[in-house]
């Protein structure tokens, strides 16, 4: 079945520093990528959505200069959390879409980021 | 406006008994329905999902689900379940593009 390999799982910064997450589609080509943030016990909560070549898609509240995205092939993409304060602790979840609309998105094992 | 909902936040059954995580959603038209799983610090594995067609769609691990379009639900059972089944789950939906929109999830606790 389809993979997505989200790297590094869990990482601890300091405030101010930036921290890059990994999203890679292992065995297919993925033309949509989704960033997500869960917050403990609760849902997923769509932050941009990523094509690849092209400009992010930001949901509304979250800043786009803070989340950078960058989908530069069709089996990678990056999230960049710049300036990093304790608020940004979170759980990160990519997930992967083969572009097809009803086509289920595959998810990364996500990432714990937690700063101090 | 679309939504999920989930309406139970958490659920515990005894081990072996039977099990229904309840979902709702708000659309003028059928969407793509999902069931997700979700382990503590993992991500999400999907369980199953319904596109058209059969409405009681199965699943990996045992599970199903059933559609009803009169109801607006997408319920996930399974007849028995076992202690590997305690985790997050979620329902979430496709109104019409590839995003998901997710319910707030169901906390399901499996006791001896």
């Known amino acids: 079945g389809a993979v997505v390999s989200q790297h590094p799982s869990w990482v601890i910064c300091k405030s101010g520093t930036s921290v890059k997450i990994e999203c890679r589609s292992l065995d297919f080509q993925a033309t949509t990528m989704f960033w997500y943030r869960q917050f403990p016990k609760q849902s997923l909560m769509l932050m941009a959505t990523s094509n690849e070549g092209s400009k992010a898609t930001y949901e509304q509240g979250v800043e786009k200069d803070k989340f950078l995205i960058n989908h530069a092939s069709l089996t990678l993409s990056t999230l960049t959390v710049t300036s990093a304060h304790p608020e940004d602790s979170s759980f990160y979840i990519c997930?992967?879409?083969?572009?097809?609309?009803?086509?289920?998105?595959?998810f990364g094992n996500g990432t714990r980021l937690t700063v101090t | 406006a679309q939504s999920v909902t989930q309406p139970d936040i958490h659920i515990t059954v005894s081990e072996g008994a039977s099990l229904e995580l309840r979902c709702n959603y708000s659309?003028?038209?059928?969407?793509?329905l999902f069931w997700y799983v979700q382990s503590p610090g993992q991500g999400l594995q999907l369980l199953l999902k319904y596109f058209s067609g059969d409405t009681l769609v199965q699943g990996i691990k045992g599970f199903e689900a059933e559609f009803k379009r009169s109801q607006s639900s997408f319920n996930l059972r399974k007849p028995s379940v076992h202690w590997s089944d305690a985790a997050e789950y979620f329902c979430?939906?496709?109104?019409?593009?590839?995003?998901?929109?997710f319910g707030t999830g169901t906390r399901l606790t499996i006791i001896p």
């Open positions: 979430a939906a496709n109104f019409g593009n590839e995003k998901l929109t």
């Open positions: 659309y003028g038209a059928t969407p793509y």
């Open positions: 997930s992967a879409s083969r572009g097809v609309t009803n086509s289920p998105l595959h």
